[in-house]
């Protein structure tokens, strides 16, 4: 014979789980531009200023929705200022300040100046915040939302 048990609140937390499934995307949204901003100011902080304005050049830029619920923040360089990075040799080859500044290059046959890693820095260097602040930010507009 099959015993039938009630939980209490079960209502409650199916109505609450419901109203879950409907979060808005620009709660999304918002938690994910509050975690790339402290990187994006960590990497603004970190750039180097030695020849062109890397600071100046770096953007927080939306990549496009193609799933809902997911939002991703890339930090770069303006588009509108390679012409500033963009140098030739007097053998044409092509080089990227910016590229050689977070990676490196080479002088010469057998020199190499290792790379500033400032991007690399920024994201590594403040994970555990970019985390806590993603969440809280997060934590904040869904319990917004349940409550309402």
């Known amino acids: 014979m099959a015993r039938r048990s009630d939980i209490e609140g079960m209502a409650e937390l199916e109505a609450m789980l419901k109203k879950l499934e409907k979060v808005p995307q620009k709660v999304v949204t918002k938690a994910a531009k509050a975690g790339a901003s402290i990187a994006f100011k960590a990497a603004k902080a970190n750039a180097p200023v030695d020849q062109g304005d890397l600071k100046g050049a770096l953007i927080l830029k939306p ?3 193609t799933k809902v619920g997911k939002k991703m923040y890339n930090i770069k360089l303006d588009p509108a200022k390679n012409d500033i990075f963009v140098k030739i040799s007097k053998e ?5 300040y910016p590229a050689s500044q977070e990676y490196g290059f080479r002088v010469g046959e057998s020199g190499y ?3 500033y890693r400032y ?8 994970k555990d915040a970019i ?7 997060a934590v904040k507009d869904i319990d917004k939302i349940l409550k309402g």
């Not at 985390?131 to 809280?136: D, F, H, L, S, W």
């Open 63 to 65: 990549e496009r929705r």
């Open 92 to 96: 044409g080859k092509r080089s990227y």
């Open 113 to 115: 100046i290792p790379g």
């Open 119 to 126: 991007l690399k820095r920024a994201i590594d260097g403040n």
């Open 131 to 137: 985390e806590t602040k993603t969440v809280q930010v």
